[in-house]
């Protein structure tokens, strides 16, 4: 085994892009695309005679009559006010910003309160860290809603 004689069989396969159809296949596609490129090139520029030729005779494009008769502006100066943006939402977004200027200032406050530990009233002992009385006796804990005086479990 090994060696350099080993099968030889690319040149069989389909996919082989050194195969005379692949190459023919390329060559026929680039040809086609030089093609197109030279027509859209050529219509191109066609375009551009005419556009200037319009310029220079003083006519105006089509597209540019057909935009007028639409909006209804022919010989007409636009008014300064037309182009000006009208935010029908300033008063909520006004509110919106304080609203949440507000926010801000009052979550810093908290922060304040709970900066490096602060006061600790926010935190509460997981039930496993009590001791056997204040498990019981837990004031913050109202999942107890018994209010009959029955009798206290000890462990």
Known sequence: MGGH????????????????????RVRRD?????REQREEAARKEEEEKEKRLRALRGEKEEEEEEEE???GREGRV??????KHV?????????????ERKQKAKKSE???????????????????????ASFY??????????D????????
């Open 110 to 132: 908290e922060d304040e309160g709970n900066r490096l530990g602060g006061s600790g009233t926010h935190l509460r002992q997981p039930w496993y860290a009590k001791s056997d």
């Open 137 to 146: 006796d837990d004031e913050d804990d109202d999942d107890d809603d018994d």
């Open 148 to 155: 009959d005086d029955s009798e206290e479990l000890s462990l």
């Open 5 to 24: 004689g080993g099968l030889n069989i690319l040149p069989q396969k389909s996919w082989n892009v050194y195969g005379r159809k692949q190459r023919e």
């Open 30 to 34: 680039e040809e086609q695309l030089e």
């Open 69 to 71: 008769k639409e909006s």
């Open 78 to 83: 636009e008014s300064v006010h037309e182009n």
């Open 87 to 99: 935010n029908f939402f300033e008063e909520h977004e006004k509110a919106l910003v304080s609203l």
